[in-house]
């Protein structure tokens, strides 16, 4: 099944200029992109991003990072491109995720773990939505798909 998920390279990834190398990665791997876009995000924005955390004590230190500096937003698009995306990440604390990840290639610290990716179909449509506008995700085809997904595409 072909899913949308949306990923963050958070301030920390574009300040240590990672940004191209993280990308490279999920285009590497056969995701097709389907949003881009440099954002500096403001509180509002934060806020709604990190609503289901609201009243949790690790809030304000979520909206604080994300604010902090531009991040880039993402949107991927593959079969079972949530699982996909996740297992490329890594855990969540990079001292526990599995070299050839991300964060098991790059991160060191939980609070500059460089990527968030959606966690359900349901958390990637709110985040979609939250993160791109209406008429900002496009849909194409690409000539590589048949090599990538296999004769089905």
């Known amino acids: 099944m072909v899913e949308r998920t949306l990923v963050l390279v958070k301030p920390d990834g574009v300040q240590r200029q990672l940004v191209g190398r993280i990308v490279a990665r999920y285009e590497e791997r056969g995701l097709k992109i389907v949003g881009l876009k440099l954002v500096h995000v403001d509180?509002?924005?934060?806020?709604?991003?990190?609503?289901?955390?609201?009243?949790?004590p690790f809030f304000e230190g979520l909206?604080?990072?994300i604010t902090s500096g531009p991040l880039v937003a993402l949107?991927?698009?593959?079969?079972?491109?949530?699982?996909?995306v996740r297992t490329m990440n890594g855990a969540t604390k990079p001292a526990e995720a599995a070299p050839g990840t991300i964060r098991g290639d790059l991160a060191i610290e939980m609070g500059q773990n460089l990527v968030h990716a959606s966690d359900s179909p349901e958390s990637a449509a709110t985040e979609l939505a939250i993160w791109f506008a209406p008429g900002e995700l496009l849909s194409f085809d690409r000539e590589i798909d048949r090599w990538v997904l296999g004769p089905q595409s």
């Open 43 to 56: 509180r509002a924005l934060a806020e709604r991003h990190y609503a289901v955390h609201k009243g949790k």
């Open 75 to 84: 949107a991927l698009e593959a079969p079972n491109a949530i699982g996909l």
């Open 63 to 65: 909206v604080a990072f």
